[in-house]
């Protein structure tokens, strides 16, 4: 007599959903496919509304080629893209923008026609190694190759690929995302310098680096809504990590940039100064790119003559270390500046600045508010 299995089996709890233990699936007939996903429920009634939505999801085409092997990779990134731009998105807008712009240049010229099942490890290594000879950044490749395993992830929740090869991938096939330079440290007058040679368009965008200490997606991300002239504070939504979200001082000479940017897109239109508007858009009304603040800001250190021999030219990211040296120039602690750069704790920023180094908003407004006023 055969033992009975300990697995125990699964149960119809509604249309088109199941429970075994504790974890709930939807399986089901769609388009003439046969379909079975675990979901993501804790109980019966959060299984019935993710069941919904993904029945809902793959009869729109989100998934249109649910479980098809033959699809291409290049057809696997454009279903993805979709999927990330629909109700189940998991990756914000911006991200979903940057993963499709980095797919589309990078991935899709070399892989795009092959079989998304029939990819690689070695094929993978070809395309790190084509990156490589463009002399693309090791973080950049790193971000290329992150896209396509979310790509390759989605693949295999839909049935296109058994398993995400980029898990195959060793310690030693990407290159390492540290900096190969230091960053550059700007004194006052050279920021000031550099940031007389940008125009109207950029200017901004370079002081709110500086003076607010943002990173760049942070200030693409910002709103007129996030800028506070009567509290003096800038309310960072769309940070980095969780410690990223908070208010910064808006100091007085960021303020005067603000301001000025504010009456100039004002002329152009009522909706562009709306609350819920982006601070940041180009001559058409697009969000700005980060490409364009980059390279405003590279052309305009070489303007100020800010690029020596054997120098790199002035990013956006040296700009948020350039205030956290002149932070600590003016005296301020570790646990200010990492407050100030919203740092999760001190000891990040020491580690970041441990050459540079030896709470409260309101307290670092005060201690900067000398630095800021000047002109």
């Known amino acids: ?59 729109e085409g989100g998934l249109a080629s649910v479980g098809d092997r033959s699809l291409t990779f290049e057809k696997l990134a454009e279903q993805f893209i979709a999927h990330e731009r629909g109700p189940s998105a998991r990756l914000s807008g911006r991200t979903c923008d940057l993963r499709e ?36 950044s090791g973080s950049s490749v790193r971000g290329i190759i992150a896209s396509v395993s979310c790509v390759l992830d989605y693949g295999v929740r839909s049935g296109v690929v058994p398993r995400n090869i980029v898990r195959d991938l060793v310690r ?12 550059r440290y700007l004194e006052l007058a050279e920021v000031e310098k550099l940031l ?78 709306a609350q819920d508007a982006l601070v940041f858009q180009t001559a058409t009304g697009r969000p700005q790119s980060r490409r364009n603040a980059l390279r405003a800001i590279n052309v305009a250190s070489e303007r100020a003559g800010l690029v020596g021999d054997g120098q790199e030219h002035v990013g ?37 600045y441990a050459g540079l180094a030896g709470d409260h908003v309101e307290a670092l407004s005060a201690k900067l508010a000398g630095m800021g006023s000047l002109r």
Not at 24 to 41: D, M
Not at 210 to 227: A, N, Q, V
Not at 316 to 330: G, I, K, V
């Open 196 to 273: 007389a040679k940008l125009g109207d368009e950029f200017e901004p965008i370079a002081a709110c680096a500086f003076w607010g200490g943002l990173r760049i997606s942070e200030i693409l991300s910002l709103r007129w809504r996030d800028i506070d002239f009567d509290g003096n504070r800038i309310s960072v939504r769309a940070g980095k990590t969780k410690a990223s979200v908070a208010d910064v001082p808006l100091l007085p000479r960021l303020a005067t940039e603000l301001r000025a940017h504010r009456e100039r897109q004002g002329r152009l239109g009522f909706a562009r100064i």
């Open 101 to 136: 712009a980095l797919l589309k240049k990078h991935v899709t010229p070399v892989l795009g026609k092959t079989k998304a099942c029939d990819i690689t490890a070695p094929q993978l290594r070809v395309l790190i190694d084509k990156l490589n000879r463009k002399k693309l």
């Open 172 to 183: 030693g096939d990407l290159p390492s995302a540290k900096r190969q330079t230091e960053p």
């Open 1 to 59: 007599m055969q033992p009975e299995s300990s697995t125990p089996k699964r149960v119809k709890v509604g249309p088109n959903l199941f429970q075994r233990g504790d974890r709930f699936y939807f399986i089901g007939n769609v388009q003439g496919k046969q379909v079975c996903e675990s979901l993501r429920a804790s109980n019966k009634s959060e299984a019935i509304k993710a069941r919904d939505r993904r029945k809902s999801e793959l009869n």
């Open 316 to 352: 956006c990211h040296d700009l948020r270390h350039s205030l956290a040296a002149n932070a600590f120039a003016l005296g301020l602690s570790p646990v200010e500046v990492s407050k100030l750069l919203r740092h999760a704790n001190p000891q990040v920023t020491l580690t970041v």
